[in-house]
């Protein structure tokens, strides 16, 4: 029997069996109890394994999702044992402690605003600081938006696709619980069980993935990125923003530094059908569109994004070479590959959106890219706020002073 238990296979196996008869409507303390009995210990990476081992067999991402929570508390104390906290987590301005760091302002957060004034909430002041409270936890939106476009990349790089789908797909349960509890105290239209239950749902899901961040996905990270990726994440890392302030400048030794080929003092020449530019040239214009253009090529990878001074939607260079399935939530993928399904069979050459988005009109469209002969290569998404050109009144025929 200690043979099969030191057995890789097996172990992942149990696991997999473990989720699905949580799926099935075993009992926590049941499922719990088999855990126990099988296992003195497990990796992160194998519960990971796990997942992704139940999504390819067909199980859908948002059942493994469902599931996160519960099976994230069957097993916490086994992955608490054998990933205690690693050197480079520690080092100031490394990705990975800004993540901790972003996480212990999260915990206050909640620990100190929100929990305190759901506990009591029997004025109109104690609602006013927990609305307060409630907008200042949206912003973790900088958190989530950084590990889905400079971590889950470099996940999917390595193999490891199951963990970024399901964890994105909570990332947007929270928040949009975060909307719903901001708009109930707004609406005045609530009683104080439904606000508590609301706002105390939230809460534990921030907490069980602030758990998942650093048991989980961190672990599986520092295991498996090189130096010089993690260089590449901390370099990109300001195009998204962060959740803290002053934070510290990471300085990995010199010898561990990555080597980056510089670019050629003189810039190549690119010949065009109808003009020649130098690739300088061709990247400033591009930059200069006054509005976000992505484009992907025919086998659904990222190859191009500019770099405007005002984007819409964070893009980082860590989603080059990925596929475009990976770059949306998970609860919009089927859209994008419906329109990717569409173009590549000719029925459409176009799709358009519009939403309404911190008080712009965003305009999203794209455009299948063919060649002269009608061969597919491609998507163009063109993104752009719209609303300032529907403000546009009468006529301007002179020069701005």
Known sequence: MSE??????????????IISELHKGKSVNEVKKQFEEAFEGVSAMEISEAEQALISEGLPITEVQRLCDV??????????????????????????????????FIEKLV??????????LINKETIKNLKHALDELATNDIHYLRKENLLFPYMEKYGITGPPKVMWG??????????????????????????????????????????????????MLL???????????????????????????????????????????????????????RINELVGMLDTLPFDITFVDKDDIVKYFSQGTERIFPRTKAIIGRNVSNCHPPASVHIVQKIVE?????????????????????????????NKDSEYLGVLEVT??????????GEKRLMSE
């Open 111 to 120: 620990d100190t605003h929100i929990k305190p004034n759901l506990l009591s």
């Open 4 to 17: 099969q238990i030191d057995n890789r296979k097996y172990r992942k196996d149990v696991i997999k069996q």
């Open 170 to 219: 909570v990332d947007d349960d929270i928040r949009s619980q975060i909307k719903q509890a901001i708009s109930l105290i707004s609406s005045k239209k609530f009683t104080v069980t439904e606000l508590q239950e609301k706002v105390a749902a939230l809460t534990e899901k921030v907490t069980e993935m602030i758990f998942k961040e650093e048991n989980i996905m961190l672990p």
């Open 342 to 370: 569409d173009f590549k069979s000719g029925k459409k050459d176009h799709e358009d959106f519009w939403i309404n988005m911190g008080g712009k009109l965003v305009y999203i469209r794209y455009f299948a890219v063919r």
């Open 71 to 104: 099976h994230a508390s069957v097993f916490k104390g086994s992955i608490e044992e054998i990933h205690q906290p690693t050197d480079a987590s520690e080092i100031p301005g490394h990705p990975a402690n800004i993540i901790k760091r972003e996480n212990r």
């Open 384 to 393: 752009q706020n719209i609303k300032p050109i529907q403000e546009i009144t």
């Open 223 to 277: 295991e498996t990125l090189t130096q010089d990726e993690w260089i590449k994440i901390a370099d990109e890392s300001s195009e998204i923003g962060y959740l803290i302030d002053r934070i510290p400048v990471w300085s990995p030794s010199s010898e561990n530094e990555m080597t980056v080929e510089k670019e050629k003092t003189e810039p190549g020449i690119i010949t065009l059908p109808s003009g020649v530019l």
